[in-house]
């Protein structure tokens, strides 16, 4: 009994020897959440979650319609189940995701708060664990675009390939979903920073800070241009129910595009009171593990303009708990990179309350429930 108290409540010890254990537990929960949404595929897939991927150019051009496009195209082709497809694509991009946040991760000397991290219930492993609503969504592919750039950047190394894949990646998520556009903030603050560490290489940073502003910039743009419309809605609908899907299907991000944005900030006043009282703390509890650190007072311009360049979409649309999601993701691979860089002290706390703190609470990505670990 003695051992274990000592190990949750007086045991702060550097943890990378513990590796395994650790990405064991971190692939549970991944492995977990993607075979729970494979039985949603296998029952007719997800309106939202799979609905979204699905958005493709048989109506015309279209925002979001990019990856769908390219399904679509692979599906009718060759014949590949189109649900199947996207789910694969989908638990890939997790799967790269989860590699390349670990490989930071345990890329320099890590302490037991520092768990507070990777296992943030408004991080990636949690999060669509705790709701299952809120994750398999297109920012994933905006997600590894952002992780390949910083393991690319890490430690002062320049990366050509992890640079162009970054880039490859970020062109197809504007494309694919206005959300990448609204991280590109974190993009350029990252670029930036990583002038310091080469100067011979500022000619080349400056190339893809042009180039991820261009992405970014035409991305947002062409989504306002290309809004969709009910006939896009029932077109894009038609051409997959063409290949075996159930109508059902389109009932969610596919019928969604017939709406503007004055509809979905309709939405978001009818819930704003309620959010107002729920979301805000949920917010200060997701960057707790940045407190816990000074990292926060040197990073306070890029914590600020990230939040704010997020804002239009609190606006515009009710899925507040997924937009703090994106945000913290951004955030946190940007302290863990940091951290690779130069040493970061955390504020030492025992492992009890790590998992307090990783138990007790989540966020629902569109709701005021809250789910936690403690459900299971």
């Given amino acids: 009994m003695l051992s274990i108290f000592r190990i949750l409540f007086l045991n702060n010890q550097v943890i990378n020897k513990y590796r395994v254990f650790i990405k064991i537990i971190a692939y549970f929960f991944l492995i977990f959440f993607i075979l729970r949404y494979a039985q949603e595929i296998h029952n007719g897939g997800n309106s939202?979650?799979?609905?979204d991927w699905l958005i493709n150019y048989e109506g015309g051009w279209v925002r979001r319609g990019l990856i769908g496009q390219g399904l679509y195209n692979l599906s009718a082709v060759?014949?590949?189940?189109?649900?199947?497809?996207?789910?694969?694509?989908q638990s890939l991009i997790y799967f790269f995701i989860a590699y390349l946040v670990l490989k930071l991760y345990f890329s320099a000397e890590r302490e037991v708060s520092s768990l507070a991290i990777i296992f943030s219930p408004a991080f990636i492993f949690l999060f669509p664990f705790n709701d299952f609503q809120g994750g398999f969504r297109k920012e994933i592919i905006v997600f590894l675009s952002f992780c390949l750039l910083a393991v690319g950047l890490m430690k002062g190394h320049f990366n050509q390939r992890y640079l162009v894949l970054s880039l490859i990646l970020y062109i197809i998520a504007v494309f694919s979903h206005e959300i990448a556009a609204f991280c590109l903030v974190f993009f350029l603050?990252?670029?930036?920073?990583?002038?310091?560490?080469?100067?011979?290489?500022?000619?080349i940073i400056r190339f893809y800070l042009i180039c991820f502003s261009i992405a970014g910039v035409s991305g947002l743009t062409f989504s306002?241009?290309?809004?969709?419309?009910?006939?896009?809605?029932?077109a894009i609908c038609e051409s997959i129910k063409i290949l075996g899907l159930n109508q059902d299907i389109c009932e969610g991000s596919i019928d969604s595009l017939k709406y503007d944005l004055s509809y979905g900030s309709a939405e978001v006043i009818k819930r704003l009171p309620q959010y107002l009282r729920f979301y805000p703390i949920l917010i200060i509890l997701s960057m707790i593990p940045v407190f816990l650190t000074d990292w926060w007072k040197k990073r306070l311009l890029l914590i600020l303009s990230g939040f704010i360049s997020m804002i239009p979409l609190f606006i515009i649309a009710?899925?507040?708990?997924?937009?703090?999601?994106?945000?913290?993701?951004?955030?946190?691979v940007f302290l863990l990179f940091d951290s690779c860089n130069n040493f970061i002290e955390f504020k030492k706390l025992p492992l009890g309350f790590v998992?307090?703190?990783v138990c007790?609470?989540?966020?629902?990505?569109?709701?005021?429930?809250?789910?936690?670990?403690?459900k299971y």
Avoid at 224 to 233: F, I, K, Q, R
């Fill in 360 to 374: 007790l609470w989540g966020i629902a990505h569109a709701d005021t429930h809250l789910p936690s670990l403690i």
């Fill in 189 to 203: 603050y990252l670029l930036f920073e990583s002038k310091t560490f080469d100067p011979t290489k500022k000619g």
């Fill in 78 to 89: 060759l014949g590949v189940n189109l649900l199947w497809s996207a789910f694969f694509l």
């Fill in 318 to 332: 009710i899925d507040w708990g997924r937009f703090i999601h994106v945000y913290i993701f951004m955030t946190f």
């Fill in 355 to 357: 998992l307090m703190y």
């Fill in 224 to 234: 306002v241009l290309y809004p969709g419309t009910v006939d896009t809605s029932n």
């Fill in 48 to 51: 939202w979650k799979t609905g």
